[in-house]
């Protein structure tokens, strides 16, 4: 079976003071979504997913990474949601939300990230929630605000 993907929407960011890119009212008509994130920041190096305005403790996720001479792992429960890498300079992530539009099943997550010459890893996350995901929040740590140039595109898969 062939899978397609469509643009849903896309955000760059222009300016220097954008803290939060929200996707909302997210059509219940695809299979899976991919967002893909392409961003640096200012302050810390990290951005937080949250999914329809959640930001209570009802996220896990597991990971691994490397950094060319170590490699770590590690596995967090109840507490903050999916977390993007904003380091400054070059980073990729893409999170793959998988039947997100099920209003019988909590909601898993694929992810990656990468930034040139520091960190690559993968994880897989859990909202523990059976509400379809029609809000996404991507949220800089603390005093985080994303660099002009950042790019934050979500994709919806069809199925053929």
């Known amino acids: 079976m062939a899978q397609t993907y469509d ?6 960011v ?20 991919i967002l893909v994130v392409n961003a640096a920041s200012t302050g810390n190096y990290y951005a937080y997913t949250y999914f329809n305005s959640d930001t209570g403790a009802n996220y896990s ?22 977390t993007l890498d904003t380091t400054l300079g070059a980073t990729s992530n893409i999170i793959h939300f998988m039947n997100y539009a099920n209003s019988s099943t909590y909601k898993s997550v694929l992810y990656r990230f990468n930034a040139a010459n520091s960190i690559t890893g993968a994880g897989v996350g859990l909202w523990r929630n059976t509400s379809t995901i029609n809000r996404i929040d991507i949220t800089g740590y603390g005093a ?17």
Not at 17 to 29: E, K
Not at 151 to 160: D, N, R
């Open 14 to 33: 222009s300016g220097s003071s954008t803290t939060t890119v929200t996707f909302n009212s997210i059509a219940s008509s695809f299979t899976d979504l």
């Open 7 to 12: 643009a849903i929407a896309s955000y760059t």
């Open 144 to 160: 985080t605000t994303y660099v002009s140039g950042s790019t934050f595109t979500l994709y919806g898969v069809k199925s053929a």
């Open 61 to 82: 996720r597991t990971e691994v990474s490397g950094n060319g001479s170590a490699a770590s792992s590690a596995r967090f429960s109840n507490l903050i949601p999916i």
